[in-house]
């Protein structure tokens, strides 16, 4: 367990609304907080200016709550425009200026081939072109030393070559800059005099770690996003300000943290997955409230799915990640991104993911989505292409006049007539057939991909409970769990909205990494002191720019191997310095946990050293008894949904959640429905309402029985 150090800093309550606005690749979800209350907006995702969507759902949920503008005092936004930029390629113009004779680091890369019976393989190109890579005479040494001073002369003749290339970003990544800053930082001073409208990206501040490679394509990406997502932020603040909000802003990030506004600013590649590390959250709050202590975390909305496994109430954060693979799931195919991250694994199956036949004559779905323009055929937006949500659509599970709330009236006629054109005609199936027949697929691609990130983990999913929430997912949770072999389910009060909700009970959070390699045979507890008392000086001079942070909560943690080996663990401890035996003992428990066994004798180092500074934003509820009296629920009436196992339509009970208070059972199988989502129960489970209003549903068939 890891210790947690205290800061003492000046510290206001919140008393007023809570606000948070989250912007997927189809649906834009709003999520407003007031006291006990809380009111939820999903709105289609306007792409070609993400704000205009986010600004009208407040305005809404403002109006419906009658809460005004300035009662809000508490705004978090998660957004996939930082993600989208780069897959996409539609950031700045960019160069990047590196040590003489490293060039090329973005395409050498590992040296490596992600696919090594490929021989037609193409790797993904870097963000910055060859063409647009400058080089300086400089070196510095992994020790922090100057070996060559720098070549300030021809600073002035690279920025007139990016005036004439009108080069909008820079990207300054030099060899182990990580352990001595001052030559990209005399580049950064002499660049600013010589072009001052240069937005200008650091690889020491963006990402002060050992390897190379690495690093330079972290900063890369956050040069080539920074001008676009700088842009963006300045534009929603300004119409913000125009609604009437005064309270500060702040961006959801990939660590499980949200960072002000002003900071994002400056690392948007921090913004990168920051939807699925809000869905982590909520997750991780649940299994904290409910006792839970091994849970699979899905995420399905109208783009993808995100699978997660939580233990003990919490994600487990990598520092490394791939986004925009050229072999979509093929580890190194990608542009590697080095900063802290919720492990986790995504898939191209969410409700907009579209059904084709393949050559082998097979139904698959996704990775393409119909997004939220023109969306899925029922939409009734020009969608062309059959899609989960008409699969779901037609099959029964979804109430067209129920959809987003009734903010979209989806057409049945629209889904068969596109499953009938593109798959049915093809394969000679029924419609029923093919919508069946995505239906499946999408549960089992979700299931073999849970199935796959257990085992990497050394997981046994049978003996988790499932969080299920996003648009989505409660649609397809009980058919998941019953493929997963697991006996219980809980769907989120709330569940629709889940990410938004999740942002909203995520800490406020600082990361500091920094590269500081020393051997534990070596080991020199002065050196660690001011390694630590740096990292500490400029995460507190980052949040004490806040207003009305309070007492923040300090964890530290040491990536740490063998020498001679490629990879690292993290490796926690607590306050103060930690000693050389209290560090190999850690290491080694880890490392035995891992791989079943510790390598004796062997030599243990230390690469990077990680500080964590947070505040908590959000106090889980209070707890209530676990037992409730009994309430039998009526249904008002049924509707068939299409069973593929039998062939035909099966009668459901339909059920509002609204009207299912603590203590109610539902007997499968039932739709329960509510304005952003609706809840699945198949026969094999039966569901009760818990203090908290969180839907529990549990098993009542034989489980590890695959439908």
Known sequence: MNRTDMISASSTEQRGARLSADIGGTFTDVVLEHGPQRWSRKLLTTHAMPEQGLLLGIAEILQESGVSAEDVDWFVHGTTLATNAILERRGARTALITTHGFRDVLEIGYEGRFDPMDLALVKQKPLIPRELRFTVVERISAAGDVLQPIDEECLATIAASLRQERIESIAVGFLHAYANPTHERKVRDILQALAPDLSISLSSDVCPEIREYERISTTCANAYIQPLIAAYLVRLSQRLFDLGLRCPAFLMTSSVGVMPLELAKKVPIRLVESGPAGGAVLSSSIAAELDEQRVLSFDMGGTTAKICLIADGKPQVDRLFEVDRAGRFKKGSGLPIRIPVVQLVEI???????????????????????????????????????????????????????????????????????????????????????????????????????????????????????????????????????????????????????????????????DVVVSRPM????????????????????????????????????????????????????????????????????????????????????????????????????????????????????????????????????????????????????????????????????????VRVDAIGHLILERVATPGVSR
């Not at 988790?464 to 019953?482: Q, V």
């Not at 530290?556 to 035996?581: C, K, N, W």
């Not at 106090?619 to 509707?639: D, F, W």
Request: proline share 6%.
């Open 348 to 510: 191209g199956a969410g409700g907009g993911s579209i059904a084709s036949v393949d050559a082998m004559m097979r139904i698959s779905v996704g990775p393409q989505s119909a997004g939220s323009e023109p969306g899925p055929a029922c939409y009734g937006r020009g969608g062309r292409k059959p899609t989960v949500t008409d699969a779901d659509l037609l099959l029964g599970k979804i109430d067209p006049n129920r959809f987003a709330g009734g903010r979209i009236e989806l057409d049945p006629r629209r889904a068969e007539a596109t499953f009938r054109t593109e798959i049915g005609r093809v394969m000679g199936l029924q419609v029923l057939e093919v919508a069946a027949g995505t239906a499946l697929m999408v549960d089992e691609t979700m299931a073999n991909a849970a199935r796959v990130h257990a085992a990497e983990l050394g997981r046994e999913l049978s003996d988790h409970t499932m969080i299920a929430f996003g648009g989505a997912a409660p649609l397809h949770a009980a058919h998941l769990a019953e493929k997963l072999g697991m006996a219980r389910v809980i769907i989120p009060n709330g569940a629709g909205v889940g990410s938004a909700m999740g942002f909203l009970r995520t800490p406020l959070a600082y």
């Open 519 to 686: 051997r534990l045979d070596t080991y020199d507890p002065s050196v660690v002191a001011d390694v630590l008392q740096a990292m500490q000086a400029r995460a507190t001079e980052v949040m004490s720019t806040l207003a009305g942070v309070g007492e923040l909560a300090i964890t530290h943690a040491a990536d740490m191997r063998y020498v001679g080996q490629g990879h690292e663990l993290t490796v926690p401890f607590g306050g103060g310095i930690p000693s050389a035996a209290s560090l190999r003992e850690t290491f080694e428990q880890r490392y035995a946990a891992l791989f079943g066994r510790v390598i004796h004798g062997a030599s243990v180092e230390v690469l990077s050293w990680q500080m964590r500074l947070s505040q908590e934003t959000w106090r889980p509820h209070t707890r209530k008894p676990k037992t409730l009296p009994v309430v039998a629920s009526q249904s008002r009436h049924r509707r068939e949904v299409f069973d593929p196992l039998t062939g035909k339509f099966e009668p459901y009970s339909v059920y509002e959640r609204n009207a299912l208070g603590p203590g109610s059972e539902v007997n499968g199988p039932a739709l329960i429905v509510e304005d952003d989502t609706t809840t699945v129960v198949t026969a094999a489970f039966n």
